[in-house]
Nanobody, 116 residues
Framework: QVQLVESGGGLVQAGGSLRLSCKASGSIFSHGIINWYRQPPGKQRQLVGY???????YYADSVKGRFFISGDNAKNTVYLRMNNLKSEDTAVYYC??????????WGQGTQVTVTS
């Protein structure tokens, strides 16, 4: 199975932007879908959105219109572009596949902290 590594997090002011990356050890869409999840402090993980190999995307209502997911097959990487960040976007962000979800297997994630 592919291994996924998240990167690109950091500290940003409210209203700012960040782009997270999810790099796969093999074909990024070998499982058909790449999901982005996040876990805010003290809360459960929540789905942010996903991208299918066809390019179809889905976004949670809380990020719709601000976050955008794209993929680069040549680089085996999926990106999460986050615009107009809010304090409630502070979380550890993870990318995962359906296979990894069934195994409850998560990477180290990447921390995003939004300051007001």
């Amino acid at each position: 199975q592919v291994q996924l590594v998240e990167s690109g997090g950091g500290l940003v002011q409210a209203g700012g932007s960040l782009r997270l990356s999810c790099k796969a050890s093999g074909s990024i869409f070998s499982h058909g879908i790449i999901n982005w999840y996040r876990q805010p402090p003290g809360k459960q993980r929540q789905l942010v959105g996903y991208i299918r190999s066809s390019g179809t995307t889905y976004y949670a209502d809380s990020v719709k219109g601000r976050f955008f997911i794209s993929g680069d097959n040549a680089k085996n990487t999926v990106y999460l572009r986050m615009n107009n960040l809010k304090s409630e976007d502070t979380a550890v962000y993870y990318c995962t596949t359906p296979w990894h979800l069934t195994k409850d297997s998560w990477g180290q994630g990447t921390q995003v902290t939004v300051t007001s």
